[in-house]
DNA sequence: TAGATTGTTAATCGATTAACAATC
DNA sequence: TAGATTGTTAATCGATTAACAATC
């Protein structure tokens, strides 16, 4: 029933809603959508929306099955496919990445890390082995990776990039502050920490009113 | 002449401006808005609007100086005021955020790390020692602290936050992937990983077109 | 049946973009 | 002066919210 448009904002939401129907399944089988939007704080209609956008398993009177309800949410996130994923740039916030264990449940799954830097090849983290980028288009291919992960410094980004690019990614999780460059077909999504900064400073400097 | 009301969109915006009018100004001592709609790959009149509500210093013709810009920016971002900032949980991502050194460009400064496990409390990361706990409250008080930045595990955030909403912290950077309940006054900014996975998980379940 | 909740259609709100006037 | 660029006012677009109809 994924035949409706899902606009940008809601398919942000959706993995929100995963997250808290799957802490509350064992407690709650059942749940509405003003249950979801009071413990989101989000508004309720806009809860009941993104959800028909995805899931039409909702009965009046009734409210959802909280199963039923995970079951759409994972297979419209596509949570159950585990994308493999590559990372380039194995430094403190790449090896955070690799050991974090919470993105299996999203179906990402990090099959390598790679690193420029012969000192930090070799090395370990989350149970990976750093790997020297020569290996990158090897393991590209054996493994159909579509999804690329950068960690290297902004200096350095562009040129992960392109290597990525190169080798058949088409999606692009970019942690280094530069606005990257790439051809039509490739999605680019910023991890834009200076911008979330910016919003808490302001709010201090405007005197946290 | 920053009465002109800036919503949160164009603040987002703002650090990007700022970075990219940093790594050029050597190069270009002037730049339209043109330049740098190009170089981000935004609408330009969009970045016109954006940096007349808080520089009002472009001239016809001219555009803008470089410089004026930058301070421009600076002076609305508060990258001059340091604001102080603790952070709790030294794991993997905790120590990736204190060991980064790209967050002075924009003010801030992490002026102490803390942690409950004792096992970590005593380490060093980024050049800071991690504290106990118990330290928290004395830090807050004579750094005057009021931003908080959450890199626990989820089952622990809501119990770190209100730690530092106790201590008087009115702005919270939260990394744990949870909804936390603060009282009113208090912003929270949600870093939230999962929301962009899910835009590049679609995006790869679509075709990469 | 009556009440609660979903889901849709319409109204509002805010942000982006387009057209135009101002000016160095 | 003429041209280029800013900055503003109006139009469009999209997302959120409100009102209402559908239904178990």
């Not at 809860?47 to 297979?75: C, F, H, M, Q, W």
């Not at 099959?111 to 590209?140: H, I, N, R």
Request: net charge neutral.
């Amino acid at each position: 029933m994924s035949s409706k448009t899902v606009s940008i904002q809601t398919l942000r939401r959706l993995p929100l809603y995963l997250h808290w129907l799957r802490s509350v399944r064992d407690a709650l089988p059942g749940i509405s959508a003003t249950m979801l939007a009071d413990a989101l704080g989000l508004n309720d209609v806009q809860v009941r929306k993104d959800l028909g956008s995805v899931s039409g398993s909702g009965r009046p009177k009734k409210g959802y099955v909280t199963e039923e309800l995970i079951a759409d949410l994972e297979a419209y996130l596509g949570c159950d496919s585990h994308s493999p994923a590559v990372l380039i740039g194995a430094g403190n916030l790449g090896r955070a990445l690799l050991s974090y264990d919470g993105f299996s449940d999203y179906g990402l799954e990090i099959v390598a890390a790679f690193d420029a830097s012969p000192s930090v090849v070799g090395t370990t983290a989350g149970g990976k082995t750093v790997l020297p980028m020569e290996k990158l288009g090897e393991v590209c291919r054996s493994r159909s990776v579509r999804l690329g992960i950068i960690t290297v410094p902004a200096a350095g980004a562009q040129n992960a990039c392109d290597t990525l690019v190169e080798h058949g990614v088409t999606a692009i999780w970019n942690f280094a502050p530069t606005t990257l460059k790439v051809p039509h077909g490739v999605l680019v999504e910023n991890e834009n920490l200076a911008s979330s900064l910016a919003v808490l400073s302001k709010h201090l400097i405007d005197g946290g009113a």
